[in-house]
């Protein structure tokens, strides 16, 4: 059974930081990427970051510079160090890992950053 547990969000001030994590369990092939989305109230789920198993990483612009994304191959876990956070950035934020043949998402975590 797949399970993708996340941990790490919770509310901080602003120009606070958190670190997300995500480990995935019982997915039997090799994970291809590995990444974050997010989802605020009214508005689309929309991609953060994502990484390659090669290292490859993409950042949604407005976090460029703010948000760091790496992960760990022999743990299956990827992470989000986020850093200069600020009250945009509050959302429900998803893991998402992808294999060659499936797509799964963790629960999400709320992240809540307070003016």
């Known amino acids: 059974q797949v399970q993708l547990v996340e941990s790490g969000g919770g509310l901080v001030q602003a120009g606070g930081s958190l670190r997300l994590s995500c480990a995935a369990s019982?997915?039997?092939?090799?994970?291809?990427?590995m990444g974050w989305y997010r989802q605020a109230p009214g508005k689309q789920r929309e991609l953060v970051a994502d990484i390659t198993s090669g290292g490859s990483t993409n950042y949604l612009d407005s976090v460029k510079g703010r948000f760091t994304i790496s992960r760990d191959n022999a743990e299956n876990t990827v992470y989000l160090q986020m850093d200069s956070l600020n009250p945009e950035d509050t959302a429900v934020y998803y893991c998402?890992?992808?294999?060659?043949?499936?797509?799964?998402w963790g629960q999400g975590t709320q992240v809540t950053v307070s003016s």
């Open positions: 998402r890992v992808r294999t060659i043949w499936s797509t799964y």
């Open positions: 019982g997915i039997g092939v090799r994970i291809n990427a």
